[in-house]
């Protein structure tokens, strides 16, 4: 008898003994990001750096449409981000409209290496916003990579920073990042930007749908405290 109430005593104090996270789990945000550039820009470089940590010197080229997801936690929130990786050949373009739809950020990638790419980003951002159709494409989300900086030591670049830079500002003074997918080069900060940035144009989102009016400023819209 006295063991069996041993027993009961045991099974009625096991809950103290949870972990406070079981009890006080962080809210769960799914951010739908999609990767946008010429083919050969190194997109799916790109994810496969920031989602496994791996990188690979084999270019085949994306048919279609695809998407990786990894898991991060930003103050209070676990974000998922669904980073979606569309072909960047024009025959594909017109795949656009289901795979745009319902994203909340958009990653223009080009290579800082060649030229073309870098040009072509005004058709992409242009696309996307018109597949996309956001409520307010002024503010919508967008942070431009300009990737392959580890080349040849940086001495066959061909668009300086301060080119893109200034092309950022006239789009509303959007997020930029000089990386390196090969080298794993600033892909974490880009990434950790991508979700802060969509995060804070989500609460903007909320405060239009309940009719507050806006107090927050330009530059805090476009920031990204990282």
């Known amino acids: 008898m006295k063991k069996a109430k041993q027993k009961e005593k045991k099974i009625e104090e096991q809950p103290e003994k949870w972990p406070s996270f079981f009890l006080q789990s962080p809210s769960l945000t799914l951010l739908k990001v999609i990767v946008l550039g010429d083919s050969g820009v190194g997109k799916t470089s790109l994810m496969n750096q920031y989602v496994h940590k791996k990188f690979s010197q084999h270019y085949k080229a994306t048919i279609g449409a695809d998407f990786m997801t990894k898991e991060l936690q930003i103050d209070d929130k676990l974000v998922t981000l669904q980073i979606w990786d569309t072909a960047g050949q024009e025959r594909f373009h017109s795949l656009g409209v289901s795979f745009y739809r319902g994203a909340d950020c958009c990653i223009l990638v080009y290579d800082v290496n060649v030229y073309k790419t870098f040009e072509t980003l005004q058709n992409w951002h242009e696309e996307f916003l018109e597949q996309v159709d956001p409520t307010h494409p002024e503010t919508f989300p967008f942070v431009l990579l300009g990737n392959k900086v580890d080349i040849d030591g940086g001495n066959s670049r061909v668009v300086s920073e301060k ?17 390196s997918a090969k080298e794993d080069y600033n892909v974490e900060d880009a990434f950790l930007c991508v979700a802060k940035t969509a995060l804070a144009n989500e609460h903007e989102q909320d405060i239009y749908s309940q009719g507050i009016p806006e107090s927050i400023s330009e530059s805090e819209q476009r920031g990204c405290a990282c």
């Open 163 to 179: 080119t893109a830079r200034d092309w950022c500002v006239s789009k509303g003074n959007i997020p930029y990042f000089e990386i």
